[in-house]
């Protein structure tokens, strides 16, 4: 299926797909996201396998990646960048 490039719609998707997964969320998780949504993150969801072993996935605008990896970070959360690209995936590390 091919989808229409929409990134408020997945953005909504993963929203939407997180409450699913609350249930093995953590307070850290939770924090994070919300920093995200805070911070103009279109959606955010838990990856992984929840709880300490989980992850967070963000989307979010271009120009507003750098000043959300700032604000992680000042949280002491580890973050990196994935581009998505038509030919697979560019992936930009801040570790």
């Known amino acids: 299926m091919k989808g229409d490039g929409d990134k408020e719609k997945l953005g909504n998707a993963f929203n939407e797909n997180h409450k ?20 103009g993150a279109l959606g955010a969801k838990l990856t992984g396998a929840g709880g300490e072993g989980g992850a967070v996935i963000i989307i979010i605008e271009e120009e507003s990646k750098n000043n959300l990896i700032k604000r992680l970070e000042e949280k002491g959360y580890k973050s990196f960048s994935v581009e998505i690209a038509k030919t697979g995936a560019k992936v930009e590390m801040n570790v």
Not at 21 to 36: D, G, Q, W, Y
């Open 20 to 39: 699913l997964l609350f249930p093995v969320s953590t307070r850290s998780i939770e924090e994070v996201r919300k920093i995200a949504l805070d911070n």
